[in-house]
């Protein structure tokens, strides 16, 4: 067989590459003012073409000040924001409480190295009682989400002393050296090569029940992942010998529900049987809620829809309140085998951030918190289902608590993914002061993420927006 001359690397390359005056076109046809236009223009003199800013829109808006739900540009046109910092705007922008409590934290410690200060012990032990692990828990601090992930897995790999980590394809688990292994990008890859942790990650398929596997444009059910718990029963694969009782593998980390590839959620059937599995074969179970967890689903953590409970939760993302924070969440035997001086990280628990996040967290885990998120999903929901009768571009929608994600198609019967028109009711939306990220196993997924505080005259103003955009999108592209 020929190599193909698509694939070769030069020819991947050369895709993946900024072509020549491509960004100066963009800038020139952005629906931006000239303040705006000549940031676009130093912010591409100046920074890496490889910033995901780049990556998600034509030209991302250029964001001078920001308030609640709204995001303002630099020429003052106003965005309602449906990316909260990627999840991590929670409690909304500039949150009065928490400017406040970062206010008055700076004029009385603002860091410590990663030793103990009061912030941080009260966090802590904040953390241990809200995890939803009945077992006794302790927690590690990082700075980042990958920084997070990276402690799960050594405290894993430590306590069992075995090599491997199980995850799902699709997941998202960071793009650190450490991290980029046991994340699912086939476009982001090639630039880690080598991947690590090299040879110690196996894969399974994420669940998804709308797309069957025999659609022209497939997904994967449960079955596929009770064909994978057939297999470790076997001795053919290199994670165990089913047989002979032999589990080289450490722990299955996965997303609850897949966030950066297009917020999907799978059945609850998933994380019960990722439990089953880890539970037969000896293995941890450590659940990634950066993005899912802290209320956004209308419970604290997303695994908590499926009544399971996992041994180990990371947590950062909305977590500081706007400043970098990461927690891991284990049970105290887990962590027991780490000695002293284990693991230390600068920045990790900076007093800011931790001052910050004892308030998020009293915010979120409060049970009249997460019932205005889900009545504000509901009203979402319904929102939604109206426009559903009238775009056949909207295939289907996920929806928990305020975690949505809505799959475009071309068509309802052959689910054909509507990536071109996405990427128009996209860039249309940028246009009507509306931000959300775009992503989907197929590039054609809305993924929205608003703050939790989001009110209902905002929903409106975002469901009126959908309605015009979904509709010029569907005569220009001819759908329905
Ligand atoms: C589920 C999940 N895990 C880990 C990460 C990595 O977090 P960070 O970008 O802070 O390293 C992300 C970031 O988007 C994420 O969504």
């Given at each position: 067989m020929v190599h193909s001359a698509r694939h070769s690397k030069a020819a991947q390359r050369e895709r993946l590459r900024v072509q020549s005056g491509e960004m100066k076109k963009r800038i020139a046809d952005a629906p931006f003012g000239p303040k705006s236009k000549e940031l676009a223009r130093k912010w591409a003199e100046y920074e890496?073409?490889?910033?995901v800013g780049w990556g998600l829109f034509d030209i991302a808006p250029i964001i001078e000040r920001a308030n609640g739900a709204y995001l303002y540009d630099a020429d003052g046109k106003e965005y309602l924001d449906l990316l909260a910092g990627f999840s991590v705007s929670q409690l909304g922008e500039c949150n009065k409480e928490i400017t406040e409590i970062i206010q008055k934290q700076a004029s009385q410690l603002t860091h410590y190295f990663d030793f103990p200060h009061v912030e941080r012990i009260r966090l802590a032990e904040k953390l241990t009682r809200v995890s939803g692990i009945k077992d006794k828990t302790k927690v590690v601090f990082g700075v980042t989400g990958s920084d997070g992930i990276e402690l799960a897995v050594r405290a894993a790999r430590y306590y069992t002393g075995q090599p491997y980590i199980l995850t799902a394809?699709?997941?998202?688990?960071?793009?650190?050296y450490g991290t980029m292994g046991l994340t699912g990008k086939g476009n982001m890859q090639p630039y880690f090569y080598p991947v690590l942790p090299d040879k110690a990650v196996g894969y399974f398929h994420f669940p998804h029940e709308y797309r069957k596997p025999d659609d022209d444009f497939p997904g994967f059910g449960m079955e596929s992942l009770y064909a994978f718990e057939r297999l470790l029963e076997s001795k053919e694969s290199p994670f165990t010998d089913g047989v002979k009782g032999i589990s080289n593998v450490a722990a299955i980390l996965v997303e609850p529900f897949q966030s950066s590839a297009g917020y999907y959620i799978p059945p609850p059937e998933y994380l019960q049987t990722l439990r089953r599995i880890a539970d037969r074969f000896g293995m941890l179970l450590i659940i990634?809620?950066?993005?899912?967890?802290?209320?956004?689903?209308?419970?604290?953590?997303?695994?908590q829809h499926s009544g399971i409970e996992p041994d180990i939760v990371v947590t950062s993302k909305a977590l500081g309140g706007g400043l970098p924070l990461a927690a891991v969440i284990a049970r105290e035997d887990i962590l027991a085998e780490w000695g002293p001086g284990a693991h230390v990280s600068t920045?990790?628990?900076?007093a800011l951030a931790c001052a910050a996040a004892n308030h998020v967290i009293d915010v979120v885990s409060s049970p009249a918190f997460l019932q205005s998120v889900n009545e504000s999903g509901d009203y979402f929901r319904a929102g939604l289902r109206d426009l559903e009768e009238r775009h056949p571009i909207i295939g289907h929608v996920d929806m928990k608590g305020i975690y949505t994600g809505i799959e475009l198609v071309k068509d309802r019967k052959t689910k054909e993914p509507a990536a071109e028109a996405g990427s128009y009711v996209c860039a249309r939306s940028v246009e009507e002061g509306l931000l959300y990220e775009k992503g989907g196993y197929y590039y054609n997924r809305m993924q929205l993420i608003p703050p939790l505080t989001i009110s209902r005259e905002e929903l409106d103003r975002v469901l009126n927006i959908f309605d015009r955009v979904f509709g010029d999108a569907e005569k220009k592209y001819g759908i329905g």
């Open positions: 890496s073409f490889g910033g394809y699709g997941d998202y688990h960071g793009v650190t990634d809620e950066i993005q899912t967890g802290l209320g956004r689903t209308g419970k604290m953590w997303a695994y920045q990790a628990g900076n």
